[in-house]
């Protein structure tokens, strides 16, 4: 069993920085593909950023490319998102989310793929 604990969103202006961590505990991020998702009301959960458990895949959104990059820490056993030059179209519920997968290259983009989630992280970005 896999519990992923997110923290680290908040209130920030157009243009700033955040890092969410996702920390994990019962397995090891080293062995889990990761991903970010979020969801702004009314809308359903997209696709942020995504990396493959060897770590040799990543994957990001086409709105954050440039912009946000996922990452992890093996010995802290968490994962991050680190989001610079926000804008308001980025205020969101952020979830990360955890699953096994079997190739060494596999990124998971849809949320239908993941079987573990946190509770989410609520970022706001005013204008």
């Known amino acids: 069993q896999v519990q992923l604990v997110e923290s680290g969103g908040g209130l920030v202006q157009a243009g700033d920085s955040l890092r969410l961590s996702c920390t994990s505990s019962?397995?090891?991020?080293?062995?889990?593909?990761m991903g970010w998702f979020r969801q702004a009301p009314g809308k359903e959960r997209e696709f942020v950023a995504a990396?493959?458990?060897?770590?040799?895949?990543?994957t990001y959104a086409d709105s954050v490319k440039g912009r946000f990059t996922i990452s992890r820490d093996n010995a802290k056993n968490t994962m991050y998102l680190q989001m610079n030059s926000l804008t308001p179209e980025d205020t969101a519920v952020y979830y990360c989310?955890?699953?096994?997968?079997?190739?060494?290259?596999?990124?998971?983009?849809?949320?239908?793929?993941?079987?573990?989630w946190g509770q989410g992280t609520q970022v706001t970005v005013s204008s």
């Open positions: 989310a955890a699953d096994e997968a079997p190739g060494r290259r596999t990124v998971y983009t849809n949320p239908r793929d993941y079987n573990y």
């Open positions: 990396f493959s458990w060897s770590g040799l895949v990543t």
């Open positions: 019962g397995r090891t991020v080293s062995v889990l593909a």
